[in-house]
């Protein structure tokens, strides 16, 4: 059995909407710090996964005189949580 988990957050160096401008000075220009807080939340992009991986595993048929058409041998899933 093998686990991973990894965690990814990465904030670009330049405004999303404005090209020319630089994040750092564009959420400087904000009175609040709230403000700043809620576009760095929008523009900064964060993944987290997470993966259990099965090796060397099989499933043994058990009882079956008749051998299936179609039978499944391997089966894979991946789910990635949105969060906001």
């Known amino acids: 059995m093998h ?12 405004d999303p909407l404005s090209p020319d401008l630089k994040l750092k000075d564009e ?3 904000y009175g609040k710090q709230a403000e700043s807080d809620s576009i760095r ?9 997470f993966n259990i ?7 043994e048929r058990v ?13 894979s899933a991946a789910a990635t949580p949105i969060l906001c």
């Open 3 to 14: 686990i991973d988990y990894s965690q990814t957050r990465s904030t670009p160096e330049y």
């Open 27 to 29: 959420l400087n220009t």
């Open 41 to 49: 939340k929008i523009v900064e992009n964060y993944t987290d996964r």
């Open 53 to 59: 991986n099965f090796m060397n595993v099989r499933k």
């Open 63 to 75: 009882g079956a005189k008749k051998k299936p058409q179609f039978m499944i041998l391997k089966i």
